[in-house]
């Protein structure tokens, strides 16, 4: 069982930085391919950027290139998402997700179906 806390959001002007943190529990976080998505008021959840076990290999979705970097640091067991010039359609609940088998290729082709979730950060950009 892997539990996985989100932290980081908050209320940032459109132009601004954050960057969240998703901490696991557990001492295999090394195993998984983690994942950050995100759901806007009245809209579907997306994916937004995976990241591979070992931290080589990386996905973004189209939206978010060039301005968001996803990393991770298997010591702390935890995965970040700096993002970077938000904008106000950036606003939305920030979820991380771990998948044992996935690539994060695959957690962005799929878009959903992993095996843990966070319960998410805010994040909010006002214009």
């Known amino acids: 069982q892997v539990q996985l806390v989100e932290s980081g959001g908050g209320l940032v002007q459109a132009g601004g930085s954050l960057r969240l943190s998703c901490a696991a529990s557990?001492?295999?976080?090394?195993?998984?391919?983690m994942g950050w998505f995100r759901q806007a008021p009245g809209k579907e959840r997306e994916f937004v950027a995976a990241?591979?076990?070992?931290?080589?290999?990386?996905n973004y979705a189209d939206s978010v290139k060039g301005r968001f970097t996803i990393s991770r640091d298997n010591a702390k067991n935890t995965v970040y998402l700096q993002m970077n010039s938000l904008k106000p359609e950036d606003t939305a609940v920030y979820y991380c997700?771990?998948?044992?088998?996935?690539?994060?290729?695959?957690?962005?082709?799929?878009?959903?179906?992993?095996?843990?979730w966070g319960k998410g950060t805010l994040v909010t950009v006002s214009s």
């Open positions: 997700a771990a998948d044992l088998l996935m690539t994060a290729q695959a957690m962005g082709a799929l878009g959903g179906g992993m095996d843990y």
């Open positions: 990241i591979s076990r070992a931290g080589l290999s990386t």
């Open positions: 557990g001492r295999t976080f090394s195993s998984y391919a």
